[in-house]
C-alpha cells in the first residue's frame, strides 16, 4: 500500500493551495480518508476527513476554509485550503483507515509573505 502526497508548498497568507493523496495497493472506496497535520513542536492533529460514502467532517480551526473531497475513480483524495493563515503552516499528512491504518509520506505547506 503506498499513499503519496503532492501539491505542498509557499503561499502567502489568504492564498490557496491544493493538495492530493494518491492511493495504490489498497481498495480505496472501502477506506475512510483523511488529512492530519502537525506543526514543528505540537501533536498531530485531524484536519479533515470523508468516509466512504462522501460524508465528511472538519477540525474547527478549518471549517469553512478547507474542502476535502475523493475520486474513487482516481484512487485519489484532495485538500482544498483556501484563505490560509501562517498557524496553517506544517506537514499535512494523508491517512486511509478501514481494516489497517495507513499514513503518507507527508507534504510540508508553508504559509508566509
Known amino acids: 500500500v503506498q499513499l503519496v502526497e503532492s501539491g505542498g508548498g509557499l503561499v502567502q497568507p489568504g492564498g490557496s493551495l491544493r493538495l492530493s493523496c494518491a492511493a495504490s495497493?489498497?481498495?480505496?472506496?472501502?477506506?475512510?480518508m483523511s488529512w492530519y497535520r502537525q506543526a514543528p513542536g505540537k501533536q498531530r492533529e485531524l484536519v479533515a476527513a470523508?468516509?466512504?460514502?462522501?460524508?465528511?467532517n472538519y477540525a474547527d480551526s478549518v471549517k469553512g476554509r478547507f474542502t476535502i473531497s475523493r475520486d474513487n475513480a482516481k484512487n485519489t483524495v484532495y485538500l482544498q485550503m483556501n484563505s490560509l493563515k501562517p498557524e496553517d503552516t506544517a506537514v499535512y499528512y494523508c491517512?486511509?483507515?478501514?481494516?489497517?491504518?495507513?499514513w503518507g509520506q507527508g507534504a510540508q505547506v508553508t504559509v508566509s509573505s
Open positions: 491517512n486511509g483507515y478501514w481494516t489497517s491504518n495507513y
Open positions: 470523508i468516509s466512504s460514502g462522501g460524508n465528511t
Open positions: 495497493g489498497m481498495t480505496f472506496r472501502l477506506y475512510i
